[in-house]
């Protein structure tokens, strides 16, 4: 157990209301913390706030702070545009928070150092319209840290270890059943606000059929709001029930500023027998014998008939797939070639003409004589009327293939501009015109 009489002429270390005279007469850098006073292990949050009376300013950290002695975490760290709040009701002046850090000082540390934060301030409103940026520095003023009190006589020496907080503490489970020789979890769980990174420890006594395999600490929730668990695995070799007497975690509380002692236990560790072997797994009736020497006749794998069976069934099956996507290949690039496309085309119109869709089979014919002659004819884009694409292909393909693509036309404005009367079916003329077309097409 450490000495609890501090002398007093350390206790005041590091920073509390700490400002600086700026560098530019329109900005101050100070630091102010939410406590002036505190204690060993006691969390404090230390704001860095910029002052000016600009609405918005360009802030880059030119050095953080380093906290020595002190176990800190960074809440806020803002940096680039920044804008600057009035202060409310008053307006007096605006303000921005640069940076916000929880730190608590250690309370094995004799010596608590905090180097100032250093930043660069960039004005968006200079006159010249070309701003230099300005370095602002803090300085530290003192913020007093008060030593621990010495523990009271009630409380035995070692018990406590450190730990500073607002804090609570209890067992998870104040009943353990176990088995003999094997393995179980004892849990202790510490949760409040405290300077959590120095309580490493709950000290559990244990009595002597007891086996400590693993100690384990384990951490979650915020800040203000942590809580610790340790976890002993124990192995008990006793045959029988048991219970842990009570023991003590003692801790330093500022708020009320004095220690609390809070008693666990007892801890009833309940045995279970284990249960019986199933007779099948038992191995009462097991005759070990003693070693011997035993020979196998060797025979090499290339002479096996098995072997190579196999190798020629892998074989087969490699060849097999190998067909497989080859023909799959080949029925996918006759998918792309024209003449695929177009007999599918074909397909199309002579199914709508079994079914004696009329309006549609007449019209499917239509748009394909008209691609199939420029296509033959090798007509440009722009030609969109039919009797144009005629004219054009005269003298460029065969007299059948325009007497065929005239055929089809004819019958699809006859048949499309019918009046009242009800039209006669289509012919299978145009049926045998688009399939000599599409012969020569192919």
């Not at 209301?17 to 969390?43: C, D, L, N, R, T």
């Not at 030609?383 to 019958?411: M, P």
Request: net charge neutral; charged share 25%.
């Amino acid at each position: 157990m450490r000495n609890q009489k501090v002398p007093a002429f350390w206790a005041v270390a590091v920073a509390g209301a700490m400002w600086v005279a700026p560098a530019h007469a329109g900005f101050q850098f100070k630091g102010e913390f939410s406590k002036p006073e505190i204690y060993e292990g006691e969390a404090v949050t230390a704001n860095f706030i910029l002052i000016g009376d600009e609405d918005a300013v360009e802030v880059e950290v030119a050095r953080f702070p380093e906290f020595r002695g002190f176990w800190s975490e960074n809440i806020t760290l803002r940096q680039g545009p920044i804008p600057l709040l009035a202060d409310f009701p008053a307006r007096l002046f605006r303000s921005a928070l640069v940076g916000a850090y929880r730190i608590i000082p250690m309370v094995q540390r004799k010596s608590h150092v905090m180097n100032p934060m250093k930043i660069v301030v960039k004005s968006f409103m200079d006159p010249n319209g070309d701003p230099r940026p300005q370095e602002l520095e803090c300085e530290i003023a003192p913020l007093t840290i008060l030593p621990l009190p010495p523990l009271p006589p009630e409380i035995p020496t070692g018990e406590f270890r450190g730990a500073v907080g607002h804090l609570s503490v209890r067992a998870d489970s104040h009943e353990i059943f176990f088995q003999k020789d094997e393995p179980t979890q004892l849990r202790i769980s510490v949760q409040g606000d405290g300077n959590f990174p120095e309580i490493n420890e709950v000290h559990v006594p244990m009595p002597k059929e007891v086996e400590v395999l693993s100690r384990k600490a384990y951490q979650s929730g915020v800040a203000q709001m942590m809580t610790k668990t340790f976890e002993y695995t124990l192995v008990p070799h006793a045959g029988e029930s048991f219970e842990l007497p009570e023991f003590g975690f003692t801790w330093f509380d500022p708020q009320l500023k004095q220690y609390q002692r809070r008693m666990l236990g007892p801890i009833r560790f309940r045995f279970e027998a284990k249960p019986p072997i199933d007779p099948i797994l038992a191995l009462e009736g097991v005759e070990l014998k003693a070693a011997g020497k035993s020979w196998s006749v060797y025979r090499p794998l290339a002479r096996a008939a098995w072997f190579w069976i196999l190798q020629l069934l892998g074989i087969a099956a490699l060849a097999a797939l190998a067909v497989r996507e080859v023909a799959r290949r080949r029925a996918y690039a006759q998918s792309l070639l024209p003449a695929y496309r177009w007999k599918s085309s074909l397909e199309e119109v002579r199914q709508l003409y079994q079914s004696s869709q009329w309006d549609q089979m007449l019209g499917r014919a239509d748009e394909l004589a008209f691609q199939w002659l420029k296509e033959l004819a090798k007509l440009p884009s722009p030609v969109v009327r039919r009797g144009e694409a005629l004219q054009l292909a005269k003298g460029k393909v065969q007299n059948t293939a325009i007497d065929s693509c005239e055929t089809i036309f004819e019958a699809r404005d006859k048949f499309a501009y019918r009046g009242i009367r009800p039209p006669p079916a289509p012919t299978e003329a145009v049926l045998k015109s688009l399939e000599a077309l599409y012969g020569l097409v192919a």
